[in-house]
């Protein structure tokens, strides 16, 4: 940790047996055991947290409401609930004294997502939806929260396909609209978003032929050229 850049910060995954084997019902024992794993050692280095739900996961929005009520928002929270670990922590809790704020992103996967509702407890309970581009899940562009987590899986070829020319441009633009205070070009299902500046976490997770570390250079070099426009009016990079 000492040895990242100072505004480095760590995005972590939510475990499993919460998303998928518990499916959020009845978490309060295992997310304390996760905040009390050394987590909270990451202190103001402690990006995002995501949590993935199953294919399977259909929208339930009374489970969504208990879980996100559960999740604490910032480091004090955290080591409040880590006091209530279970005897499945095989080691003292790691609990932390400093000061930061935490954030959580949901990641859906089953069209029952496409719901109004659903973004507006998202919005509700200031949960970010991640923006995650892949072949047959939905692709949702609402803004939730005060910052957007995308992760590119590969949309021709779940964690495969790499991303040409054009579809960087997209991208790009879609993080010039985030950070700018502005909706992104895509499928929306629920109101406006308010206007406001946004952070973006973005992720490739197109791995499986390494062309996450060359998409992601290629995507930062387009981000850091300037915008210009043309005589029609249409922007250049």
């Not at 929270?77 to 080691?91: E, F, G, W």
């Not at 919005?123 to 987590?149: G, Q």
């Not at 985030?178 to 992104?184: L, P, V």
């Not at 973006?200 to 250079?217: G, I, R, S």
């Amino acid at each position: 940790m000492d040895q990242t850049p100072k505004d480095f910060v760590f995005a972590v995954k939510g475990p499993r047996f919460i998303t998928h084997m518990k499916r959020l019902k009845d978490v309060r024992a295992p997310l304390a055991n996760f905040f009390a794993s050394g987590l909270l050692a990451l202190g103001p280095k402690l990006g995002p947290i995501l949590w993935q739900l199953p294919p399977s996961f259909s929208f339930d929005k009374k489970r969504l409401d208990d879980f996100f009520e559960l999740l604490p928002r910032n480091i004090p929270q955290a080591s409040a609930l880590s006091r209530h670990h279970d005897d499945k922590l095989k080691h003292r809790p790691v609990l932390s004294e400093k000061s930061g704020r935490i954030r959580h992103a949901l990641e859906i996967r089953h069209d029952s997502f496409r719901d109004p509702e659903f973004i507006a407890l998202l919005r509700r309970h200031r949960i970010a939806l991640v923006v995650a581009d892949a072949v047959k899940w939905p692709l949702l562009m609402d803004a939730t929260a005060d910052f957007v987590y995308v992760r590119l899986h590969g949309s021709r070829q779940l964690y495969a396909s790499g991303y040409g020319s054009k579809a960087l441009g997209r991208w790009a633009d879609r993080v010039r609209a985030w950070t700018s205070g502005r909706e992104a070009e895509g499928e929306h299902v629920g109101p406006p978003a308010r206007s406001g500046k946004r952070d973006v976490f973005l992720y490739f997770d197109n791995d499986a032929k390494v062309h996450a570390p060359f998409d992601a250079l290629s995507l930062i070099q387009r981000l850091q050229q300037p915008i210009t426009q043309d005589r029609a009016g249409k922007v250049r990079v």
